[in-house]
Every structure is written in structure tokens, then in C-alpha cells.
Nanobody, 120 residues
Framework: VQLQASGGGLVQAGGSLSLSCVVSGRSPFSINDMGWHRQAPGKQRELVATITSSGITNYADSVKGRFTISRDNARNTVWLQMNRLEPDDTAVYYC??????????????WGQGTQVTVSS
């Protein structure tokens, strides 16, 4: 499968951005969990938010109440709505899925990353 993320950019503190990630593939597959991670310069990649196939969400404490993750199972798409952005949210954001090819074992795949920069 391929993951195509988009929607990053430069925004002032307090502003909003929406990220999207579309999953595509030639062979049949099913997606389990979808999520977003981020990596700031000099820091380890960290979990931002996840959503299960049934819509159960999980957020990092640092983004709770500001970010919302959602998905459309029919369109194999996951979004991250980011509100009240802070300079500490500056990072490269990566989408990630946990999925199975038809008849195959569970595996993980990552998108290419999209830069989010929040100016103070």
C-alpha cells in the first residue's frame, strides 16, 4: 500500500491546519488502526493520535482538546484537524496504518511526512 499525506504548512500560533492521508493499493487490503505521529528536530518520533476501524480515538496529552483525528473507511482516508496550534507543535507529521493484505499477516506502513511549522 501507499500512503499520501498532505496539508502541512506554515501557520501562526493559535491558528489551524488540517492534514489528510490517503491510502491506496493495487491488491485487496483492510486497514485496522490509523494514526498520526510527529517528529520535531532533535527529538524522537512521538504518537499524536490514533483511531481504530470502529472509531475509537486516542490522543497524546499534549494535543488533547486541540486536535481531532477522524477517518473514512470507504475512502481509506484519515484526517488530523489541528486547532489552537502552538510553536511546540512544529514537526514533520507522519501518517501510519496498521493493516492486513487479504489472507496476509498484520503489518505497519508509513506515509512520507508533511511539515507543520507554527510561528510564535
Amino acid at each position: 500500500v501507499q500512503l499520501q499525506a498532505s496539508g502541512g504548512g506554515l501557520v501562526q500560533a493559535g491558528g489551524s491546519l488540517s492534514l489528510s492521508c490517503v491510502v491506496s493499493g493495487r491488491s485487496p487490503f483492510s486497514i485496522n488502526d490509523m494514526g498520526w505521529h510527529r517528529q520535531a528536530p532533535g527529538k524522537q518520533r512521538e504518537l499524536v493520535a490514533t483511531i481504530t476501524s470502529s472509531g475509537i480515538t486516542n490522543y497524546a496529552d499534549s494535543v488533547k482538546g486541540r486536535f481531532t483525528i477522524s477517518r473514512d473507511n470507504a475512502r481509506n482516508t484519515v484526517w488530523l484537524q489541528m486547532n489552537r496550534l502552538e510553536p511546540d507543535d512544529t514537526a514533520v507529521y507522519y501518517c501510519n496504518i496498521d493493516w492486513n493484505p487479504r489472507g496476509g499477516s498484520r503489518r505497519s506502513s508509513w506515509g512520507q511526512g508533511t511539515q507543520v511549522t507554527v510561528s510564535s
